[in-house]
């Protein structure tokens, strides 16, 4: 049987690395000859969940066609944050927690999307359906997948059945999951030695709102205002993003994981729709968002509602 | 609890009809207010299953938004498959067995589709994941889905999982699958009295390929014959419908449900794309397609590939 890579967005996160290794991990028990893959650096805080469970990082490509044709997405479906020659393979799977848009196949498919926090949690039900035990090392990084996207249980996006989810795998990484998960969480909100056009490009993803073409970017910081000296850096760093895409708008979130607030960074033609969408009065670009810190669930269908009534 | 409205695609086929109200009497269970609507007319087959287990059609709907903002599809995704305003509701769950396309939402869902021959095989699996009991009439109702979508069991799209789901769900029924099965399917393909126009909106889809508008019909048929003699009637037909909706194509796919062929009448400016997909010759826009018997699997995917490679 061809090879089958398993693989998640650009700009991966801890869930989209986690949660192709652990689908990978499964499918290989079930006979396929799957293998995790990477479409971009691994950040720090998913460093450190690797390193913590002993488990290597998978390896980086640039195209998957060269090398397969079939293959498996985790934790995203839209065409921008996918490998860059999806058209040319045929999508296999799809397990996802995202809302669905810029995909399209031209044949049936085995598709599983749920509106939990993580896509780990997914995974965790996909095991004990096909009656596969979890091993404490993956068990580890889907413990590190939900604690990421859920701020350690604190955004909007978590779902009884994450926390649950969190529990069961706690308990088999042997890990206690708040002193565990801060530790981690700390580790990603590690700015300080970052380029700001790193941290712009730590967490960033493009979203077509409307006609128009919008970039969210989301960094976690314990202390937002160590970010925003950097703010003339962070502009300048910004601008040639939107000059290079074309994007009519760039909004950095720098959510405060302590807190739980996130403080917006607006450059672009469209900063007025964040005004709009928030409610708020950007200052020099800067406003902050009371208790947003879910980019999927409190920016993007907010965003998206304003552009699209723009067209 | 906001009502919730489950409906399948317009010319609803025995799937779309058995597996909304299946799944609308599985989320009543579970304490969702669910009422199975549809979008057409029941075609005859289906009415031969309503009426054999005793179950009433489900209701039709024009729109859905001037009732409810909240709606599950089952057995499709496409937007123009789909109800009218389907962009004015929130779509909390797919359950489907095709390919995605034109499908787009702002927010995470519960979306499960799997490349099983019917839906109704699908959601055979969910009521066991949630500890429901499927009743007899409702397990009559999703073997009626099953053997209509895999023409009793031959359509390449039929799987294993398909023919294990229905032999489980003809025993919870109490009815032979096979003797039930032809009843059934002949009852849907006596199409005497049908006039040339409602012929071919019996099960017809229009499918975007590329950048052309193509409209796949398909009618079963004990005697294609006696469809055929009906040529110059069903040509009328489908040059109003090609006129009307702008289509490129028009294909009517004439089944034979004895032999497991079907016959093809094309019309429309691209008749040369059915051609090209499947080796024929059309002779005065009809050619035989040997083995073809299932829309989703022999003839969307190779028409949608001649047109996207014209682009």
Redesign the interface.
């Known amino acids: 049987m061809e090879k089958v890579l398993v693989f998640g967005h650009k700009n991966p996160d801890t869930d989209t690395i986690c949660s192709a290794l652990a689908y990978a991990y499964l499918k290989q028990q079930i006979g396929m000859d799957a293998e995790a893959v990477r479409l971009g650096e691994v950040n720090a805080e998913t460093q450190f969940a690797l390193e913590y469970f002993g488990v290597a990082a998978p390896r980086f490509i640039e195209t998957a066609a060269t090398e397969t044709n079939a293959v498996i997405l985790v934790d995203h479906n839209e065409r921008q944050q996918s490998v860059s020659d999806i058209d040319q393979v045929k999508v296999l799977e799809v397990i996802d927690?995202?809302?669905?848009?810029?995909?399209?196949?031209?044949?049936?498919?085995?598709?599983?999307?749920?509106?939990v926090g993580c896509t780990a949690t997914i995974l965790l039900k996909i095991f004990k359906?096909k009656g596969i035990a979890v091993p404490k090392e993956i068990a580890g990084l889907m413990l590190s997948a939900i604690i990421s996207d859920s701020l350690l249980f604190k955004s909007p996006t978590c779902t009884d059945e994450d926390v649950a989810a969190a529990k069961e795998l706690a308990a088999v990484a042997e890990v206690d999951a708040d002193v565990y998960g801060l530790d981690m969480l700390k580790a990603g909100a590690s700015l300080g030695d970052k380029t700001a056009a790193q941290l712009i490009a730590i967490d960033a993803k493009e979203f077509p709102m409307g006609s128009f073409k919008v970039e969210v970017a989301q960094v976690n910081a314990i202390d937002v205002n160590e970010v925003l000296a950097k703010k003339a850096e962070l502009e300048e760093a910004i601008s040639a993003t939107i000059e290079q895409k074309g994007l009519d708008l760039f909004l950095l979130a720098i959510t405060d994981i302590l807190n739980s607030n996130s403080t917006a960074l607006a450059l672009g033609a469209q900063t007025s729709a964040v005004e709009e969408a928030f409610n708020v009065t950007l200052e020099n670009g800067v406003a902050l968002l009371e208790g947003v810190v879910s980019r999927?669930?409190q920016i993007?269908?907010v965003l998206?509602?304003v552009f699209v009534a723009k067209n």
Chains 1, 2 share one sequence.
């Open positions: 927690h995202h809302r669905i848009a810029n995909f399209e196949t031209s044949d049936p498919l085995y598709y599983r999307a749920e509106p359906e999927k669930k993007v269908p998206t509602e």
